[in-house]
């Protein structure tokens, strides 16, 4: 199906498209209207999309919808049928003339087709709005490449002497990158929000939404719960109290659990984004980029793991110095 702001699969289930989210949001009007027809299809009776409308039926279309006020009572429902009247030359889109609301009843006005019916398979394709081009972007960088890069520096680089700043360079590169990583899926965040808050749509009714709020939060307390280690009863250095022993789970727990998560998570949103049929470059960038970091993510690991069994055994004293 392709799914529309609101939830609403408007390929099999188009009556639960809401007028609000056919009305306001550019994503939804600027991708274009069609009109569905309950139908045998492929040997099973369901809605598909019968026609698409050309730039006059959009044009008409919307004019249709925002004859409706917002803040009307229809705003958050559904079934919204019309009856429009055109030519096709069978390639599906429909030379509209007239598009007006259908009041009568149901049986008149849903799948109601005369004259010549027959077109090809159609498969709309939704527009990119820009917030969510924005939440990819920010998500795929952060969880995709800084916040594992960040865990990763902090494990292969805690051996190096040099300091930057009067602190390791292991632990200022890991406070940089997890910084930069932090702001980036917060702004990702607040994106997503903005982008399905024009359609009305409900907030985290997905595996994808839920598995992202529990991630973004353990991401965003980890500088907070890092700024527990400067209690006195936590402490520094060697030997490590029980408390800080209780601090390093917590912190490393919750960080190795979110980039996990974060990853897992990418991949989630990959797959709910060529469900909903999204236009143009949108998918294919996405699987690219988090490819590509996924990729850079693994080299990091492995060199990572190298560079830190090397510097260990240059540092492990050799046997005449025990002697």
């Known amino acids: 199906g392709t799914l529309a702001l609101d939830g609403a699969d408007v390929i099999r289930h188009p009556e639960e498209h809401t007028l609000h989210c056919l009305r306001d949001p550019s994503v939804c009007y600027e991708s274009g209207y069609m009109l569905s027809a309950f139908e045998t299809v492929g040997g099973s009776k369901e809605y598909h999309a019968k026609f698409l409308l050309d730039d006059a039926g959009n044009d008409l279309a919307l004019q249709l919808l925002r004859s409706f006020p917002k803040g ?88 190096y002497t040099r300091t930057c700043c009067g602190s390791p360079v292991w632990f200022q590169g890991h406070r940089i990158v997890q910084s930069l990583g932090w702001l980036l899926q917060l702004l990702g965040f607040i994106c997503i929000l903005i982008h399905k808050s024009t359609g009305g749509a409900r907030h985290f009714s997905s595996g994808h939404e839920v598995v992202g709020l529990i991630v973004v939060i353990l991401g965003t307390l980890q500088p907070l719960n890092a700024q527990l280690r400067h209690l006195p009863f936590v402490g520094h250095g060697e030997p490590k109290t029980p408390y800080r022993r209780y601090w390093e789970w917590l912190h490393k727990g919750c960080g190795y659990s979110a980039v996990i998560g974060g990853f897992i998570n990418i991949l989630l949103g990959i797959i709910k984004a060529s469900r909903a049929n999204f236009g143009g470059a949108f998918v294919p960038l996405a699987t690219g980029l988090g490819g590509s970091f996924f990729a850079l993510a693994l080299l990091g690991a492995f060199w990572a793991t190298k560079a830190h069994s090397k510097i260990a055994e240059c540092l492990r004293p050799s046997k005449s110095e025990v002697q």
């Not at 969880?143 to 680089?157: E, K, M, Q, R, S």
């Open 72 to 159: 009307h009572k229809r705003d958050h429902q559904g079934h919204f049928r019309v009856t429009a009247i055109g030519y096709h030359n069978g390639d599906g889109t429909l030379e509209t003339i007239s598009v007006d609301l259908c009041t009568d009843a149901v049986e008149d006005c849903d799948s109601i087709c005369n004259g010549d019916c027959d077109t090809p398979k159609l498969t709309p394709k939704l527009t990119v709005g820009r917030f969510l081009l924005a939440h990819m972007l920010c998500m795929v960088l952060s969880w995709g490449f800084l916040l594992p890069l960040g865990v990763i520096w902090a494990h292969g680089a805690r051996n």
